[in-house]
């Protein structure tokens, strides 16, 4: 498995972000935010350094797999576009992405990181609890989402 930085708006990035879309809509319903709600969440500029990443998984030159990160605040970053196409399901593809987010996270000097995902996503919440994310109330724009499940990690090492 490779898994490399690459802008945002790279064509790879879009497709893969697209595809998150279409599953996210099938598990919980098209959602049409007008681009202000969680389609603003993530740009080029807030998912590149020295604030972000965002990162393509290839298993034999497919892209399976994405997830990005931001910044919350000067010492938080969020884990976003976390997605994992059925060709790499099951494959470790999930776990390599987020244990990369969170070296880069540490590499660009963030102590905690966050995330949310959604009662519809199960795998995930499993994924994200046996990697030590512990569960917390949501938060920002999720505290009033009763589907929403937030995380959080501490990024010292032990």
């Known amino acids: 498995m490779e898994i490399v930085a690459v802008p945002y708006d790279d064509p790879v990035a879009v497709a893969l972000v697209a595809q998150l879309h279409r599953d996210l809509d099938e598990r919980y319903g098209a959602e049409d935010d007008g681009g202000e709600g969680w389609l603003a969440e993530v740009t ?47 494959r470790g593809v999930g776990r390599a992405l987020l244990a ?35 569960r917390i109330p949501p938060y920002g724009r999720y505290s009033d989402d009763p589907r929403s499940i937030c995380f959080t990690k501490s990024l010292a090492r032990t």
């Open 100 to 134: 990369r987010l969170e070296d880069e996270a540490r590499a660009l000097g963030y102590e905690t990181l966050k995330l949310e995902t959604g009662e519809e996503q199960p795998e995930a919440v499993a994924m994200y609890e046996s990697s030590g994310w512990t």
């Open 44 to 90: 080029r500029e807030k998912v590149r350094p020295p604030d972000g990443v965002f990162l393509v998984a290839r298993v034999d030159g497919e892209p399976v797999g994405c997830g990005a990160l931001k910044r919350l605040d000067a010492t938080t970053g969020e884990i976003k576009r976390m997605f994992t196409a059925p060709s790499g399901r099951r």
